[in-house]
């Protein structure tokens, strides 16, 4: 548990730092680009799931 504390702990102080360097507003970005690529693929297999499931009957 203490090991998780620390380790969530550096991840804090190096966004903190990144954050006030100017460099989140291009991770921002990145980050919106990313999160509707993953939920355009999330819902491509959610689509294709469901319609497996229907077929086989399981």
Do not use: C, H, P
Request: zero cysteines.
């Amino acid at each position: 548990m203490l090991y998780w504390a620390l380790v969530f702990l550096i991840v804090a102080i190096i966004a903190g730092v990144l954050g006030f360097a100017g460099v989140a507003t291009a991770a921002a970005g990145i980050a919106k680009i990313l999160f509707y690529i993953f939920l355009i693929v999330f819902l491509i297999t959610l689509i294709m799931s469901l319609g497996r499931r229907g077929r086989t009957g399981i």
